[in-house]
């Protein structure tokens, strides 16, 4: 089932999340909806805040790179309660966008490699180094968790030049191909 995506404005892209408990009631069923809702708007990762759900949780698909990046052929996972334990010193820049701010496209630094800890939706535990694409994609879903947005790492400056665009989205303007709630 495809969810509605929240948008910027929508006071629950700005809560810290909630662990997912242990019992939580149909789980898979969960993500199963978030890998269509992502798939369905073109997206490489979705975290559960943006379909409205205070939880830990979130799903990136790396499949469309696969072309240029063949190590990321069939990639689809879901991340549940998942910690950076560590960043690298080491940064780099990179474009983003996201799915609850569509439209917007902007540089952001971040490091290169983070040492994270979570649980795959069989529930096993890994602790791994990422880097490269996965890397940036887990640093991006993970602040959505913390209430955090990408556009908050831009310069002022930037923000600054599309700050006219975001107060419309914030009020409801909003112009994408998938089923929205601002
Ligand atoms: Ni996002």
Request: hydrophobic share 40%; glycine share 4%; net charge negative.
């Given at each position: ?7 910027l404005?929508?006071?629950m892209?700005?809560k810290h ?28 990762g ?13 799903v990136i ?9 063949p190590?990321y052929k ?5 991340y ?24 917007i496209?902007?540089?952001?630094r971040r490091?290169?490699?983070?040492h ?7 529930l096993?535990p890994?602790?791994?180094?990422l ?8 640093q ?36 994408c ?6």
């Amino acid at each position: 089932m495809i969810l509605p995506m929240y948008i910027l404005g929508q006071p629950m892209l700005r809560k810290h999340a909630e662990e997912v408990p242990a019992d939580y009631p149909k789980l898979q069923e969960l993500i199963q909806n978030m890998f269509e809702t992502m798939q369905h708007a073109d997206g490489v990762g979705l975290a559960a805040p943006q379909v409205g759900l205070p939880l830990r949780l979130f799903v990136i698909d790396l499949n469309a790179l696969s072309d240029d990046m063949p190590q990321y052929k069939d990639f689809l996972h879901a991340y549940i309660n998942p910690t950076i334990v560590e960043a690298s010193e080491d940064t780099e820049t990179m474009e983003e966008g996201c799915l609850s701010v569509p439209g917007i496209h902007e540089n952001v630094r971040r490091p290169k490699t983070v040492h994270v800890t979570y649980l795959d939706e069989q529930l096993q535990p890994h602790d791994e180094w990422l880097d490269g694409f996965l890397a940036r994609v887990f640093q991006h879903e993970y602040d959505h968790l913390q209430g955090k947005l990408f556009i908050d790492h831009i310069s002022s400056l930037r923000k600054q030049l599309i700050k006219k665009k975001l107060l419309a989205m914030t009020k409801g303007r909003v112009s994408c191909s998938y089923k929205v709630k601002s």
